[in-house]
């Protein structure tokens, strides 16, 4: 996972549950995926945050933070999250747009890991 910060941690967990959930199916293989993400984490699934826990809109501070790799970390994490499921549908294509807007991924570089992963 990209970071085991507990404050840090809870975040990424909230936003790893938005990329499950934005084509509101949350299937096996992705709470698999995030599960794992809470024991790297050393957060008892039972502490996990609720997606609302923060808005895309809170979670841009902890985005801002960033530096250009951690983003593209965060980016790829959030893409095994929403194709473990072996689809990947518009709604969650809008998603990982939106995200890129967010932390200031140009497409080329958001086609790059796409076919890294």
């Not at 997606?51 to 983003?71: H, I, N, P, V, W």
């Not at 294509?93 to 497409?107: K, P, Q, S, T, W």
């Amino acid at each position: 996972m990209y970071t085991t910060k507990c404050g840090e941690a809870q975040k990424f967990l909230v936003l790893a549950l938005k990329a499950a959930l934005a084509n509101g199916i949350f299937v096996k293989e992705e709470k698999d995926l995030i599960r794992r993400y809470c024991e790297e984490a050393a957060i008892d699934e039972s502490m996990l945050p609720d997606e609302s826990s923060y808005s895309m809109d809170e979670l841009d501070d902890y985005f801002a933070a960033m530096d250009g790799d951690s983003k593209k970390a965060i980016l790829k994490e959030v893409l095994r999250v929403m194709i473990a499921d072996h689809r990947f549908d518009e709604s969650e294509c809008n998603f990982v747009y939106d995200l890129c807007g967010r932390i200031g991924i140009a497409e080329e570089e958001l086609n790059r890991i796409v076919a890294a992963i």
